[in-house]
Nanobody, 124 residues
Framework: QVQLVESGGGLVQAGGSLRLSCAAS????????MAWFRQGPGKEREFVAA????????YYADSGKGRFTISRDNAKNTVYLQMNSLKPEDTAVYYC?????????????????WGQGTQVTVSS
């Protein structure tokens, strides 16, 4: 079992930055690929970024390429999402997720564990 708790969301002006954190419980965190997803108002959940168990092979949705950076610290059982140059369309609830079967998947259905989400609001 893995429990995930996100933090770091908030209200920011367009062009600003936020760093989201996702703290995981459990001694096997380092065996899980981790990802960030988001769900904007009236929208379906969408993939944002993923990283392998080792921290290698980060993968990004086109919407975040060049602006978002996913990273992880296995010693701290934490995965991060650094978001720069934020836009109003980045407004969403951001969720972290974990899986140990499919690697850095973009498919939400392949993740077994989810956090409760953290709200990010970008004002224009």
């Amino acid at each position: 079992q893995v429990q995930l708790v996100e933090s770091g969301g908030g209200l920011v002006q367009a062009g600003g930055s936020l760093r989201l954190s996702c703290a995981a419980s459990g001694r096997t965190f380092s065996s899980y690929a981790m990802a960030w997803f988001r769900q904007g108002p009236g929208k379906e959940r969408e993939f944002v970024a993923a990283v392998s168990w080792s921290g290698g092979n980060p993968y990004y949705a086109d919407s975040g390429k060049g602006r978002f950076t996913i990273s992880r610290d296995n010693a701290k059982n934490t995965v991060y999402l650094q978001m720069n140059s934020l836009k109003p369309e980045d407004t969403a609830v951001y969720y972290c997720a974990a899986n140990n079967r499919y690697g850095s998947s973009i498919r939400g259905g392949e993740y077994d564990y989810w956090g409760q989400g953290t709200q990010v609001t970008v004002s224009s």
